[in-house]
T-cell receptor, first 113, second 115 residues
């Protein structure tokens, strides 16, 4: 079956602009995660959705970051007023349920000029 | 708080050599899960193995094997008879039962297998 898909694969934006990153999880997976991979910080957890429960936002680095998951499926990560330090690869993962293995998408490489 | 340490940032071996990637973790939880992921040059993280804290049996899958020792909080990964296609960055990760299953990753080990 299809894996986790993310779009766009690459995004270049100017400092101060807003960006939206999209994630389509594997069909039937109830848990969805966003991570960020950057040279300086490695792989960091951002936010976690499980079914219809309120998301765990404990990893979001600032209030400029937000995410939503519509209909328990597709998720959008929004970064407002982007800064250069937001440049990273944003990875989405999904799992059948919490505590199952997570399967990752190919990521969105964000470059903030 | 949970923490994963991969002390080896980079390892270089010649094809057919065996290589072990080290992973040490810290957690206060009694129920937790350990993972290994592979990130080849293409960039996509590939799931390799998941282990729960109650299962200390070693696992072998083809040329890959994993040694989980709770006494030393380690979950090491060995590749036998390495191949050039094994060249990648390997990440060890931990999730805690009481922390929503988000993964805490180690810094990764870059493995280079030379022909």
């Amino acid at each position: 079956g299809a894996g986790v898909s993310q779009s766009p694969s690459n995004k270049v934006t100017e400092k101060g602009k807003d960006v939206e990153l999209r994630c389509d999880p594997i069909s039937g997976h109830t848990a969805l995660y966003w991570y960020r991979q950057s040279l300086g910080q490695g792989l960091e957890f951002l936010i976690y959705f499980q079914g219809n429960s309120a998301p765990d936002k404990s990893g979001l680095p600032s209030d400029r970051f937000s995410a939503e998951r519509t209909g328990g499926s597709v998720s959008t990560l929004t970064i407002q007023r982007t800064q250069q330090e937001d440049s990273a690869v944003y990875l989405c993962a999904s799992s059948y349920s919490s505590y199952n293995e997570q399967f990752f998408g190919p990521g969105t490489r964000l470059t903030v000029l | 708080a949970q923490k994963v340490t991969q002390a080896q940032t980079e390892i270089s071996v010649v094809e057919k050599e065996d290589v072990t990637l080290d992973c040490v973790y810290e957690t206060r939880d009694t129920t937790y899960y350990l993972f290994w992921y592979k990130q080849p040059p293409s960039g996509e993280l590939v799931f390799l193995i998941r282990r729960n804290s109650f299962d200390e049996q070693n696992e072998i899958s083809g040329r890959y094997s994993w040694n989980f020792q709770k006494s030393t909080s380690s979950f090491n990964f060995t590749i036998t008879a390495s191949q050039v296609v094994d060249s990648a960055v390997y990440f060890c990760a931990l999730s805690e039962n009481n922390a929503g299953n988000m993964l805490t990753f180690g810094g990764g080990t870059r493995l280079m297998v030379k022909p």
